[in-house]
């Protein structure tokens, strides 16, 4: 591997007592790309993306987030990255303002860095009606919208998503891959995120990782990977691959 990756797993272990939830996970994701994560529910992905934020102990193995070993320089990965828990549960007193405002002040920004970033994240999502109301009223949508505001406050270089369009109706899931998309061409935010909706995946990835009972069993470019298992979509593709693993 060549120091110019985003993002590097190697051997990526962890065990819980007795599972195995990530077994020797090894791949890359390029700067600046948008990368799908994908694989069953329980496959591991969760799982992945926390220890790449330094959330979870590493059993063994290695990763590095932007150059820098997750394990050991925990805090530089967290205040580079941006992260969307998959189920992310917001303060019910507080309004969207607030807590934009609460988590900027956690990554210590100046606070007028904070207000114009905040004001700006409302207006992207389309929250300034709302932004005064409390997070206990959000539908699943609003507050999908301010977890994905509160994951870009710090600017992030990198942005691990999980599963950032579930809850989305299919403007709000539109809108969002044309955000990711944006941010990494305009922005050059590399973007890994896990999803179970092959069709998202399809539509912004060039490069995808597919895990299947813990252990990656596919990696590398989605047009390759079809030509290689005689896939036409990425259904086609990902069935292949879950049917050669049950084989
Ligand atoms: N804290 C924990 N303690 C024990 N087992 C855990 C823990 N966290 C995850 N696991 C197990 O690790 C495995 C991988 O779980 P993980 O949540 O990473 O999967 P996932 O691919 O994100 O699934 P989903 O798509 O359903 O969200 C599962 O068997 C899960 O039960």
Known sequence: MTKTHAIELSGLTKRF????????????????????????????????????????????????????????????????AGYLPAHYTLPPDMTARQFLQYVGAMFALPRDVITERAEALLRRFDLVRDADRALRGFSTGMAQKVGLAQALINEPRVLLLDEPTSGLDPLGRHELLELLRELARDRGVTVLFSSHILSDVEALCRHVAVLHRARLVAFGDVEELKDRHGARTMDDLYLALVRKEAA
């Not at 939830?21 to 994560?37: L, M, Q, Y």
């Not at 992905?45 to 330094?54: A, I, N, Q």
């Not at 193995?61 to 967290?78: D, K, P």
């Open 17 to 80: 007592g007795g599972v195995t939830a990530v077994d020797d996970v090894t791949f890359f994701v390029e700067p600046g790309e948008v990368f799908g994560f994908m694989g069953h529910n329980g496959a591991g992905k969760t799982t992945t993306l926390r220890m790449l934020l330094g959330l979870t102990p590493l059993t063994s193995g290695s990763a590095r987030v932007l150059g820098r070993e997750v394990g050991q320089e925990t805090l530089e990965v967290r205040r580079t």
